[in-house]
């Protein structure tokens, strides 16, 4: 009965019940041995809203395109001015608020985007488990395989894998130590850490326990480009993980990831950047990772675990926060939501901005502005909606680092507004309406 | 599982110095009581003023019925115990008595690696999942900092 | 020797040796019973930097008109910019880094603005002990006396004062209780609380302990202004705290502090909004009060004592912060400098649109441009400077409410930008260089 099964589990916490090895991908087959873990990663179905996260199930009629019956709500009819600012990219088409892990990989084989436009096979990297794939498309040489993906097309890419983010992409099979599996991630660390003047670092090798809470997750939730070239996927942090760093790598190199289409300025796009943003907020800074936040400890039976379902801390504040911060739940979610808001209100005056440059740019065209007085006005804009962009991409509504947030915007505001004024130098003056 | 930490090592020797300096410390150690240190009463580290806020909040503390003072902050066995409190019994002693001490106190990175110890003593069955051998103890205290005493 | 002395104290931590009541001004007397306090209050002549606070001592050789031999740094060489924004103003003439409290009352009477302009006796308020005579003033009366030296010339109301702010100005005389004794503090609580929906709030009979350690600071470290007509001091609290609210109730007024010499602007000036600022802050909804980071306990031997050397606590980051933050002195003060480095960042490109602004409404004058058009921008400089001075005029440079500063920044750099805007709409356009 109860107390003496606890004592047993107590006892002896991992319980090999099947053989896992460094080949085995279904997460069903590892569940086997940690039940516990793998009930929780199946919970990642579950949508429920916050005011600024989680996410709604919205229903669906299937179709031949697109089979999926439920998806999150469309971020582009919450704010249409997104649009003009993607003009001419395949956000533009559809773009939605993310879900749960067990969505990735079909969210992303059914996105409109993938309509719009013919997506490379890099964009696997983040969406399946890779780890086993990779090393067998290169003959057990994981860069090899992950090159080879990167060359392919999505759909032929969308063959090779079969399941979203599992075991073995976050855990040494053996040991069930954290472990990063992404070349991609492995590779900008290295630059990273270069630029700080630490050499060939390994991230395998060198990062701390507590490091690597939160490295499994920015193996994913980063800033990414594709080179022109070769497509290759890049985390861009060779000059560190700072706006303005990810910024002048890109001055440097000079990409773009699509030219505006109301506007022609050479735009880019920011998604997700979770980890750079993180890595600029207090809770880094004070020691603590992503999983503590995003997979707190619970207690089942005698054990304390590690919560596999992975979601919005406001969904389990009392878990996700009060072992740190002995205040009521009341007070902790105003805390979040106040720091949030403030973040979208100055959101809504960036995106303002935004659109109002845009709306300048063209209307100065149409009105014969030489393209090269427009120049100067292009820049600003690429700059300054890169900026409103990284912090509307990044999914905290400003949370993960409430002044780094703001202090982008301001900044992104005074590019905007700048290129505007540089219109009215270049001779353009608006029609009275 | 729970390995003495090697820093333990140079607290042993150190002990043996003392008991070589004893003449100088021994003022100290008994008028400013603080061969407190060698009991286990907790009202017996409250002896001295400075420990009073630990001591009000560890009675309202969450632990005050099942691990006192030296439960957390002297490492168990015989040797290790006595020479840390040794240690800690001259120099808090000469502390108390010099007034040279940060307020509020800080508790110093060879103490602090004692009471993780502790708890993981304790806890060893619930924790064990998350603390696998041959990997980097995580820090308990990190999250569950006032356990033992919110206030200082 | 110590330890018995210790001892001792700890018993009878409390001894009346003369009597004080409640017309004692002279903080000696007071001192008398309570020595250790009044040792640290005098030590607030100290100067000591810190990298944006404290105050250095700048050595002058005193002359008929001003008898100090040192003052704190001049604001107005570190920054010449602060010059045109208060262009016309006594700001532009004297403007120098606040010191301890033992310097309140000489640097008000012998700072440079009394030479470029005659000030009112409602100065006095918040820089020498006021209660006694307020009192004596008005028969009694607190709020009459308090009338009677807000209608004074600045000279003849500085006859009947003669120390900086003493013991009693902060507490009850019999009991050492906290308690407020500015009838302009008073008076805007009450409006605040009535904007709140609570009525007729007596501050001194419904504050809890924990308030009163800020209130007694925010009887004087405040945005404040007199009344056009009367002279009055007010804090203009009427519809809240946030800038906002405090600009709103200066748009329904119509107050002005003087009018912009440079563009005709009637432009306002922010003066140190420490607690409106705190009051927006992460501590103060934390419940953490001014006395806790600036009076913060000390132990003398076995007591237990309030700090009475108030000052900037990175000179005492132990005691103000290490009871509450279990982290090393050096990130501490890492955590700070760099909320205030971002924030003087920002201030710095809000600055620079600010003077920016000024010069078009200048330029765009000269070149004959219509008062009537000029307006729109006149009233987003009067806004936008307004913004920007609340962060540089606040003392922390946005350590009390890091998110705040920057939202203001941000919102302030959006108005003057589009105050640039305005006068390009109006035909303006900037000569070639
Ligand atoms: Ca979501
Ligand atoms: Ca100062």
Redesign the pocket.
């Given at each position: 009965f109860n107390i003496f099964e606890r004592q047993q589990e107590a006892r002896e916490p991992v319980s090999q019940v099947v053989k896992v090895d460094d080949d085995t991908v279904d997460p069903a087959i590892w569940g086997k041995n940690f039940p516990l873990q793998y009930d929780d990663y199946l919970k990642t179905t579950d949508q429920q809203r916050t005011i600024y996260?989680?996410?709604e199930a919205i229903r669906r009629i299937p179709d031949a395109r697109d089979p999926r019956a439920t998806v999150?709500q469309s971020r582009l009819e919450e704010d249409a001015r997104l649009k003009t600012l993607w003009a001419g990219y395949a956000f533009s088409s559809d773009f939605r608020?993310?879900?749960g892990h067990a969505y990735m990989l079909e969210d992303q084989e059914f996105t409109g985007r993938q309509a719009f436009s013919k997506q490379p096979g890099a964009c696997i990297n983040c969406h399946a488990s890779v780890y086993v794939p990779f090393k067998q498309l290169g003959n057990g040489d994981l860069f090899a395989g992950f090159e080879k993906i990167n060359q392919m097309p999505y759909m032929e890419a969308r063959k090779h894998v079969q399941h979203p983010v599992s075991c073995i992409d976050c855990h040494d099979s053996q040991t069930m130590q954290l472990r990063v599996t992404r070349p991609a991630f492995m590779e900008a660390m290295k630059a990273l850490k270069a630029s700080e003047g630490v050499k060939d670092y390994d991230v395998n090798k060198l990062a701390s326990r507590q490091e690597m809470r939160s490295f499994v997750c920015g193996q994913c939730h980063v800033e990414y480009y594709f080179r022109k070239d070769d497509k290759r996927l890049i985390y861009p942090w060779g000059k560190g993980l700072k706006i303005e760093n990810i910024y002048a790598t890109y001055a440097e190199n000079g990409h773009y990831d699509w030219k505006h289409s109301l506007t022609g300025a050479k735009t880019l796009k920011a998604q997700h950047p979770e980890f750079e943003t993180f890595n600029q907020g207090i809770h880094a800074k004070s020691g603590v990772a992503c999983a503590d936040c995003h997979m707190p400890y619970k207690r089942v039976g005698a054990q304390k675990i590690s919560d596999h379902h992975v979601r919005?801390p406001m969904l389990n504040v009392n878990r996700s926060c009060q072992t740190c911060h002995n205040i009521p739940e009341e007070q902790l979610k105003n805390r979040v939501s106040e720091i949030q808001h403030r973040t979208y209100f100055m959101r809504d005056r960036a995106m303002e901005a935004a659109v109002e440059l845009i709306a300048d740019i063209q209307a100065a065209s149409a009105s014969g502005i030489p393209q090269a007085q427009l120049a100067p006005a292009q820049e600003l804009q690429r700059k300054g909606q890169f900026y409103v962009d990284f912090v509307e991409a990044e999914?905290s509504m400003g949370f993960h680092a409430p002044e780094e947030a703001l202090r982008i915007l301001g900044e992104s505001i005074d590019y905007l507004r700048q290129g505007q004024l540089k219109l009215r130098e270049a001779g353009y003056r608006k029609a009275e309406p | 599982m729970r390995r003495i930490p090697s820093s333990f090592m140079a607290l042993v020797v150190f002990s043996v110095v003392v008991g070589v300096a004893i003449g100088l410390g021994a003022y100290t150690f008994i008028y400013a009581k603080g061969y407190s240190y060698l009991t286990n009463d907790p009202q017996a580290c409250a002896n001295c003023h400075v420990m009073e806020g630990h001591f009000t909040s560890w009675v309202k503390s969450s632990h005050r019925n099942v691990a006192s003072c030296n439960d957390c902050h002297t490492p168990h066995g015989l040797v290790p115990k006595y020479a840390s409190k040794a240690y800690n019994g001259f120099f808090h002693g000469l502390a108390f008595t010099t007034g040279n001490h940060p307020n509020p106190i800080r508790i110093k990175p060879i103490n602090h690696e004692i009471v993780e110890h502790s708890c993981v003593g304790c806890h060893q069955a619930i924790v064990a999942s998350i603390t696998p051998p041959h990997q980097d103890p995580l820090s308990c205290t990190r999250c569950h900092s006032d356990v033992g005493h919110a206030l200082r």
């Open positions: 996260g989680g996410s999150s608020e993310e879900r919005s999914n | -």
